[in-house]
């Protein structure tokens, strides 16, 4: 502990030191962020989209400030592993953080030193093309994988992680990218910031603000996210960068009348570095005139040198050019294999046999080496992936075929940023393609690869088993063949609902009841006329090739020392908490994993609940007869919600479930 505030004073003296010996314009430049084309460069603080340890070295060695390069680092550097969607599907957050690791490792060897991730925007509407950037579309699970990257980013030395973008982007307007976003603080607390919260948590170095607006006031100027939550509720010491262009934008957002007025406004709500708009320069003037005070360019000088100091750039600015890491095969075998959803077996068609049955793989994905890299793919190399058609290794023709693998899907510019459908079908002819297959007659296995859940309903009904793969990276054939040949068991599940059609969305499982629930037998209800008020697969569903069965759920009172949070909430007295458990038992007969789940709901409070919220879950194992008891802590942050008086939780029955679906499982109430 003192160890810690000695380091902590050393720093701010250093930073103290440093400031006192810079002109106004070299401040400045610590505050903006350019490319490396962007000339004059010689004052900026920060470079982006740079990487080669020699290049970086040359740049770095004129600096009087070491300059922190930043890389867009989302799912990989050179090993590319599946997309954090995909990776969320796991719901293991070791595989994130594993990922994150070899990421960092990979780029630091590149001299960057700071990645644009994790991406932590909660997305409940498939629309939006960065919903594969994420962890889905609930708080609890995303607030896990948002703290397990920041851990395996920062696990590097040296290397900062940038949670992104903050705050409310994925709840774009119908879905689409850049688009304004209006809705209650409590849901903005409840649901959008958790993640957030849990990044800084988990020791978050910097945040990036949003593109949006987040009800009438652009978040790259929004002092009641970026100062009141940030920085007094949140106590954030490291620094904010804003996304690209954007404080330039807020002319746009017609919020600024200049670019100096909008590097006014960013700055004042707490922008502390300027991503590629070059605004900040036009600070000086507004200093020296009086316009703007030189403390608040300083507080953000500050905030920037504190990192860098904590990076170490100052003492190691160079990054030795040796030979590049190889690449971490295994690593990104094993997440994918765990990020697979398996959605549909009937009658066990999988896993497929190894020999004796002609197997044709086909469809527009089947052997894209590209696409398999999904939207983001920093210096991944397509030569270097192994595509599903080279894994499984057969090229019989499908008239000859015995069984269809029919890999479908999206192409990978398709998603990720400025990549919005309106419909989220599937595109272009691949409907009627896949009719075609199923026409033949042989069995179709359909693998979906996509950066979205995709609206498959006639493939739902019409085919006997469904795959939904997502993009996997480097390792995408190998780990799919693992799967379809039964060498892994499929264990994950999907951290998004999936719709039957593209008009439910958004669509997720967290939503408020109505005053009219759905009844088919009643038309004044809240329904559609043309599709079935549920999705097409609830959120937390996945299957395995082998059975578990639920039983003996049982609540249990307990008192303990306060817990911390999902929403990282700390009391300082004992609180009432509950256990609550369930057996977990594997009737079939292979070994599998299984994501217990744990939901609650409260059915009457003073304002209108979820009707489920995840609370918690849990990965086990377990080899075929076995059983576990799978015990959650439910402590009383479990049971609040935010009220215009803050966090409260009001006393009452709730309602408990496990299982292993959002869909399904075992009910009990506990009360309060
Ligand atoms: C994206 C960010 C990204 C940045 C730098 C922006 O367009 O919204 O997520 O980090 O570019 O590449």
């Not at 994925?170 to 607390?189: I, K």
């Not at 590629?276 to 030189?294: C, F, H, I, K």
């Not at 272009?428 to 393609?433: I, R, V």
Request: net charge neutral; with cysteine.
């Amino acid at each position: 502990m003192l160890s810690i505030l000695l380091f902590a004073l050393a720093i701010d003296a250093r930073v103290e030191q440093l400031l006192s010996r810079m002109t106004l314009e070299e401040k400045l430049g610590q505050l903006t962020q350019i490319v490396e084309t962007q000339l004059p460069n010689d004052l900026a603080g920060s470079m982006l989209h740079s990487g080669g340890a020699a290049h970086i070295n040359e740049l770095q060695r004129p600096r009087k400030v070491p300059l922190l390069i930043g890389y867009d680092v989302i799912h990989g550097y050179r090993t590319i592993f599946p997309i954090p969607l995909a990776i969320a599907s796991s719901w293991n957050p070791h595989l994130a953080e594993l990922s994150a690791r070899a990421g960092a490792r990979e780029a630091r060897a590149a001299g960057i030193r700071w990645t644009f991730a994790p991406m932590v925007d909660i997305a409940r509407d498939a629309r939006w093309g960065r919903i594969a950037e994420g962890a889905g579309e609930d708080p609890v699970l995303g607030s896990a994988m948002a703290a397990a990257y920041v851990r395996g980013f920062q696990s590097e030395p040296g290397f900062l992680a940038c949670a992104k973008h903050y705050a409310a982007y994925g709840a774009a307007e119908a879905g689409r990218d850049y688009n304004t976003v209006e809705m209650s603080e409590r849901t903005l607390r409840e649901v959008y910031l958790p993640p957030f919260q849990a990044a800084i948590d988990a020791g978050a170095a910097t945040l990036m603000s949003a593109f949006d607006s987040v009800n009438g006031v652009p978040a790259t100027a929004n002092r009641h996210l970026l100062d009141d939550v940030l920085r007094n509720e949140w106590k954030f010491k490291g620094f904010v960068v804003s996304d690209w262009d954007a404080v330039a934008e807020l002319m746009k957002h017609g919020v600024a009348s200049s670019k100096q007025d909008a590097a006014i406004k960013a700055i004042t709500a707490g922008v502390d570095m300027d991503m590629w708009d070059n605004s900040y320069s036009t600070l000086a003037a507004a200093v020296r005139e009086g316009r703007l005070p030189q403390s608040v360019v300083d507080r953000a000088v500050r905030r920037v040198l504190r990192e860098k100091f904590i990076a170490k750039l100052f003492d190691d600015p160079f990054t030795p050019e040796t030979t590049p890491p190889a690449l971490d095969r295994d690593a990104a075998r094993r997440v994918a294999q765990q990020s697979i959803v398996l959605l549909k077996n009937d009658r066990d068609l999988l896993p497929l046999p190894k020999s004796g049955r002609k197997i044709a793989v086909v469809g527009p994905l089947a052997d894209s080496k590209e696409d398999m890299l999904g939207p983001w793919s920093a210096q991944g190399k397509a030569e270097d992936v192994v595509t599903p058609l080279e894994a499984i290794g057969t090229h019989v023709s499908i008239e000859d075929a015995d069984i269809i693998v029919a890999i479908f899907g999206e192409s990978r510019e398709m998603s990720g940023e400025a990549a919005s459908r309106s419909s989220i079908e599937l595109p272009g002819d691949q409907q009627k393609l896949l009719e075609s297959l199923v026409a033949t007659g042989k069995p179709v296995v359909l693998v979906v690869m996509s950066g979205r859940p995709l609206a498959i309903s006639w493939a739902a009904e019409h085919i006997p088993a469904i795959v939904q793969a997502w993009f996997l990276g480097t390792e995408a054939g190998h780990a799919l063949a693992d799967v379809l040949f039964g060498d892994v068991n499929p264990s994950a599940k999907l951290p998004v609902t999936v719709p039957r059609t593209t008009g439910q969305v958004p669509i997720y499982y967290a939503h408020l009841p109505t005053g009219r629930p759905p009844d088919p037998e009643d038309k004044y209800t809240s329904k559609y006329l043309d599709v079935p008020i549920g999705p097409l697969y609830p959120f937390g569903f996945g299957l395995s090739y082998t059975k578990f069965e639920y039983s003996d759920i049982r609540v249990d009172g307990c008192r303990t020392a306060a817990l911390g949070g999902q929403h990282g909430r700390r009391g300082r007295r004992p609180h009432t908490c509950f256990k609550v458990s369930a057996n977990v038992r594997n009737t079939g007969s292979r070994a599998g994993e299984e994501i217990v789940q744990m939901y609650i709901a409260d059915p009457v409070a003073s304002v209108s609940r979820p009707v489920k919220e995840l609370k918690a879950f849990q990965r086990i194992a377990l080899q075929p007869g076995e059983t576990k008891r799978v015990t959650f802590t439910i402590a009383r942050h479990d049971l609040e919600f935010w009220s215009d008086k803050g966090w409260i939780a009001e006393p009452g029955e709730f309602k408990v479930w496990i299982g292993p679906s959002s869909a399904s499982g075992l009910q009990s109430t506990l009360t309060f």
